[in-house]
């Protein structure tokens, strides 16, 4: 992955207004200059001796700055980004003013970052967030202008390059929050989240995950934040040699197992780990190394920014058939190149939330059950998704076919909005009965209970899925002439 850079969008209300008053504007503008090139018609036709010099001056410079105006009254109004690198933040050009007529500040010069409230405001969303940088005044940006995921990004820019002591405890409190909302945690009840933080946290286990500033890999990897914990396994989000961020997966074999078991556990988390790395897809993130530290076993992972599936579901509702069609084209496409494979790669965790939208809309794979398997190796039972796991999964015997089962969960989570039933062949029409008869036959017949009776042949899911998009544009084609 490269390195984190963001295009944030941000335009504030005088920005607004400005830009709202400039193009109001513009037709007196553009109607300026054919007006005075008329007067000085008329005024040379009534005096044919000429112009005076200083009249010849005035209205070439009149003629000049009409122009001119309006280019940079445009480039003004008109840039509404921040730019954030490695190395610092560019700001629009009507904050130039207040940072020193300096458009670039790095991330030495942050000198502070924090929230400030508004005053009799109901709710954060009317709160800024403020950043101080050296011999200026502090910099404002009202929340409710900043969209929340790139603004939870721009957040991780600063705690990664400028340092912990430069951020309040109010705007932590507030970044921590921000990341549970666009994981869809802020939806949950209290007594929701309340099981939930004890299942993640409390889990009858004596592993301990990792703290934010733990260096790995001989200081090249430094953990930046846990993004999930459960059971003996954890998942990480860390930055690779200063620059590059990467995700780090860790499991660790119980420390009553026996010996034998936690070396073939170990040795089946090697092999796995190896072949992995091997992988080459452009909708797969890349596994990037294995390796062990302090008796737990690690893989390393392309990071991907962007929006599981399920994070967008839980914020937009269930999804429109052509969507999911499309997606699952894609997810096809994925699964056939990892059947392909000699041996065939059993994903094992095929949900809505290892399935990202990156920042060009593309659908990828973020994640392998190895340490899932792994774990399971070694306690006896298998760790998952009980929604979204095929029966026979279940039992220790996962196949090519248990992707297939929660390929078809995936789908039908993706347009109904809810999780399926586990071990239960999915009907999504059910939920929703504007769903079409032959999507619902298509998730009904991936999730069958008995793999045997499953359809798993991907190229027949391909077939079918394309003849479904066929009807559903010709569908929407013949809404909009309908509309038109």
Excluded at 71 to 94: H, Q, W
Aim: aromatic share 8%.
């Amino acid at each position: 992955m490269a390195e984190l850079e963001l295009s944030i969008k941000y335009q504030s209300e005088p920005n607004r207004i400005g830009f709202y008053v400039m193009a109001a504007m513009f037709p007196i503008w553009s109607l300026f200059v054919p007006f005075l090139l008329g007067c000085v018609i008329a005024y040379l036709l009534q005096h044919p001796s000429g112009m005076p010099a200083e009249l010849t001056l005035a209205t070439l410079i009149a003629l000049a700055a009409v122009p001119i105006l309006g280019i940079l009254m445009s480039a003004l109004f008109e840039d509404n980004r921040l730019y954030v690198t490695k190395s610092g933040i560019a700001f629009p050009l009507y904050l130039v003013p207040f940072l020193g007529f300096r458009r670039h500040r790095t991330w030495t010069e942050l000198q502070g970052a924090g929230l400030r409230r508004t005053d009799g405001a109901p709710d954060m969303e009317s709160d800024s967030l403020f950043l101080m940088f050296d011999k200026t005044i502090p910099l404002q940006f009202r929340l409710k202008h900043l969209d929340k995921v790139q603004l939870e990004q721009m957040l991780l820019a600063v705690e990664l390059w400028s340092g912990q002591q430069t951020r309040t405890p109010e705007l932590i409190e507030y970044q921590n929050r921000l990341h549970n909302e666009n994981k869809g945690l802020g939806r949950l009840s209290q007594v929701e989240m309340f099981e939930e933080e004890l299942t993640r946290r409390f889990s009858a286990t004596s592993f301990v995950p990792l703290e934010p500033g733990r260096k790995m890999l001989g200081g090249s990897v430094e953990i930046v934040r846990q993004l999930a914990f459960g059971g003996l396994s954890a998942i990480y989000l860390a930055q690779q040699n200063m620059k590059n961020m990467v995700v780090v997966k860790e499991a660790v074999v119980p420390g009553d197992s026996n010996e034998e078991t936690r070396k073939k556990a170990e040795e089946h988390f090697l092999r796995e780990a190896k072949f992995l790395m091997k992988l080459e897809h452009p909708h797969i993130a890349k596994v990037i190394a294995h390796f062990v530290e302090n008796s737990r076993d690690y893989i390393l992972m392309e990071y991907i920014p962007g929006q599981d599936l399920r994070q967008l579901v839980k914020q937009h509702g269930p999804q429109s058939e052509l969507s999911v069609v499309e997606w699952s084209m894609r997810i096809v496409d994925i699964l056939q190149y990892l059947h392909a494979q000699e041996p065939p790669v059993v994903h094992r965790d095929l949900t809505p939330d290892n399935l990202v939208l990156n920042k060009s809309g593309d659908l990828v794979l973020i994640d392998f059950g190895a340490a899932n398997q792994f774990v399971g190796t070694a306690t006896g039972t298998l760790v998952g998704k009980q929604s979204y796991i095929a029966p026979e999964q279940l039992r220790g015997k996962a196949s090519t076919a248990s992707d297939i089962y929660s390929f078809g969960g995936s789908m039908f989570f993706l347009l109904t909005g809810s999780d399926p039933t586990p071990l239960a062949s999915s009907h999504p029409i059910s939920v929703l009965p504007t769903i079409s008869g032959e999507l619902d036959d298509l998730v009904a017949e991936m999730t069958k209970f008995d793999p045997e009776q499953r359809l798993c042949d991907l190229n027949e899911i391909h077939r079918r899925l394309t003849e479904i998009k066929s009807k559903l544009v010709r569908g929407e084609q013949a809404v909009g002439g309908l509309i038109s």
